[in-house]
């Protein structure tokens, strides 16, 4: 439960005194211009009201995050030991000190009591335009996008006062931009069905029933069960359609077209199956991660708003760039009672690292490791650029780099990858992978790793990319021509947006075999997949990925090849020794 501000908490107010009057401002963060793409505009109403989130940096984070490694490590004493909501609150509450200050803070700067909200290390507080400009030293304007009538509120720079400062992750929103998009490459925008796609063989067309025969998805069991929900985001206005998914469950899944979802709002998010809106995203996580988790309790979180893009040459079309606030939906999740989470939840969104601060990044990671923490396996597609798209930096320097996505850079996320083809299956040249700029290697993938770059890193990219970082994607899956049906018709569409729900439903699976035999279910999945369950996955050796297309570095990209590999990384999926070694 959230926990509203109390009488209790009023003495904490008192502390310090006037804190803001007294004190001398430090700069949090800043911003040198109004970012390209948008033209700064009117100032807003003094009156108007913005929700703020201020995560609170903590020492016991780098604990906290080390602790969901070890229960999710096979052979540590703890492994399959969730927490539950209060065990994860109390290990990264911030200080008793620390709080009272910021809440000082807060209380100098005559912020209703009413309107303070503490969950974790974050605080959530509400706030007049007027009221902002003051406590953060700051203006905030209107922006306009050149390109469309898209107008966003927000500020180039933020200070608080130097006393408490340290304690500050970040504020948003305030110079937060990015681009939160579906996954699906150029290469594979929806093209209506043909005649003969509807007959076409496993490896030109991708059903439920080639990815069965595919990944060994025979005599399975599964159950409706609480404890083994299945969750599927749902952003931008895509909206999930029910007479969809039973029309394609009569084609593709005939022995379950009593299969169907219930849907959650969030942030005001809606979910009008009128709607003339397209929803090939929404229609194609629902329709595979549905009919391959067989029989599971689906729920569509549906989350509300969009924003603004500062536009770096990975995404530089404004049009078809919008930022979705999963920050909204990740702490709706975080703050669901433990018999209300999911236990798998496929993510086909996701944006360039470099394009998101990586305060605001950490941050978000850690509420993956938090979800993580109680049990929850998250999965996110990898990308679909290769290696990058533009390939170049955007701090004003310009350097040459591959350009790796989040948040399938976080280490508490699972990230597919793609292929295409069978017999064998290929690595797709669109698969994103590489290795973070804002995440350190974790432990559970150091021998796979660095045996690849010491045995296949191909020299020619040494001072592209971050040898010592986090490697995606960790895992793959078939990303090329998926029939989705979306509005009552057939269109064929890839992308690793269609990978993630696919590895979503087969961990759906793995959930239940555990569950049969009196095991808790699966969990934050990497350090299972890098020790245990790596010999589950058929290598893919064949293919590679490329990239780099909007700068002048040549042929850059990645290629597949024995063990894990920036492309596809551990392989795709064999189920039925999956399901073995999960019972190990």
């Known amino acids: 439960m959230i926990l509203k501000f109390t009488i209790l908490s009023l003495a904490a107010f008192a502390i310090g005194g006037l804190l803001a009057d007294s004190d001398t401002y430090q700069l949090v963060e800043k911003l040198e211009q109004v970012p390209s793409g948008w033209l700064k505009g009117d100032k807003p109403l003094p009156s108007a009201l913005i929700k703020f989130r201020l995560a609170v940096n903590s020492a016991d984070l780098a604990a906290f995050e080390q602790s969901v490694i070890d229960l999710s490590t096979p052979g540590n004493p703890g492994y399959g030991q969730f927490m539950d909501l209060e065990q994860v609150r109390q290990l990264v509450r911030p200080s008793a000190d620390v709080s009272n200050q910021i809440l000082s803070w807060l209380n100098s700067e005559n912020i209703s009591p009413d309107s303070i909200e503490l969950s974790g290390n974050w605080i959530s507080f509400?706030?007049?335009?007027?009221?902002?400009?003051?406590?953060?030293?700051?203006?905030f304007y209107y922006y306009n996008s050149d390109t469309n009538d898209d107008r966003i509120l927000r500020t180039l720079e933020y200070s608080v006062p130097s006393q408490i400062q340290p304690y500050i992750q970040l504020i948003q929103p305030t110079t937060r931009f990015g681009d939160f998009r579906p996954l699906r490459s150029e290469q594979s925008e929806p093209v209506p069905a043909t005649e003969a796609d509807f007959s076409a063989p496993c490896g030109t067309v991708v059903t439920p029933d080639c990815l069965r025969d595919l990944y060994g998805l025979y005599n399975t069991t599964a159950y409706p069960d609480t404890r083994n929900r299945l969750g599927i985001a749902g952003f931008l206005e895509e909206y999930g359609r029910h007479n969809d998914l039973y029309n394609f469950q009569r084609v593709y899944a005939p022995n379950q077209t009593d299969a169907s979802f219930d849907v959650v709002s969030i942030n005001g998010g809606q979910n009008d199956e009128n709607s003339g809106h397209e929803s090939v995203e929404a229609s194609m996580d629902l329709q595979y991660s549905i009919s391959l988790a067989y029989h599971a309790l689906a729920t569509f979180y549906t989350t509300g708003g969009r924003g603004p893009l500062v536009p770096d040459g990975d995404q530089p079309n404004v049009n078809e760039s919008s930022n979705e606030p999963y920050l909204e939906q990740l702490h709706y999740l975080t703050n669901l009672p433990d018999s209300d989470l999911p236990a798998v939840i496929t993510m086909s969104y996701g944006e360039s690292e470099q394009s998101v601060p990586r305060a605001y990044a950490t941050a978000t990671c850690n509420l993956f490791?938090?979800?993580?923490?109680?049990?929850?396996?998250?999965?996110?597609?990898?990308?679909?650029?290769?290696?990058?798209?533009?390939?170049?930096?955007?701090?004003?320097?310009?350097?040459?780099?591959?350009?790796?996505?989040?948040?399938?850079?976080?280490?508490?996320?699972?990230?597919?990858?793609?292929?295409?083809?069978?017999?064998?299956e290929r690595a797709i040249s669109f698969s994103g992978g590489g290795f973070s700029e804002y995440f350190a290697r974790p432990?559970?993938?150091?021998?796979?790793?660095?045996n690849y770059i010491s045995?296949?890193?191909?020299?020619?990219?040494?001072?592209?990319?971050?040898?010592?970082?986090?490697?995606?994607?960790?895992?793959?899956?078939q990303a090329n021509r998926?029939?989705?049906?979306?509005?009552?018709?057939?269109?064929?569409?890839?992308g690793t947006s269609a990978s993630a729900p696919v590895i979503a439903g087969i961990v759906s699976q793995l959930n239940a075999v555990r569950l049969a035999h009196g095991k808790p279910r699966m969990g934050f999945l990497n350090p299972w997949l890098y020790t245990l369950g790596r010999t589950g996955f058929m290598d893919i050796v064949d293919g590679g990925s490329r990239g780099c297309a909007r700068s002048p570095i040549q042929n850059a990209g990645w290629n597949a090849t024995a063990g894990w590999d920036p492309v596809t990384g551990l392989g795709t999926p064999l189920f039925q020794s999956l399901a073995q070694l999960a019972l190990l």
């Not at 509400?126 to 203006?139: G, H, N």
Request: charged residues 15%.
């Open 443 to 450: 432990s559970y993938q150091d021998q796979l790793i660095q």
């Open 126 to 139: 509400q706030a007049a335009v007027s009221q902002a400009e003051l406590m953060f030293k700051t203006e």
């Open 482 to 494: 998926f029939m989705v049906r979306d509005h009552g018709f057939y269109s064929t569409v890839g």
């Open 369 to 424: 490791a938090q979800l993580g923490a109680r049990g929850v396996s998250i999965i996110f597609s990898s990308g679909d650029a290769g290696p990058g798209g533009s390939c170049q930096s955007n701090d004003g320097s310009y350097r040459a780099k591959f350009l790796p996505g989040f948040p399938a850079s976080c280490p508490f996320v699972t990230s597919v990858g793609g292929t295409y083809q069978v017999s064998p």
């Open 455 to 477: 045995r296949h890193g191909p020299e020619q990219w040494r001072g592209m990319f971050n040898a010592g970082g986090r490697g995606i994607p960790d895992v793959a899956a």
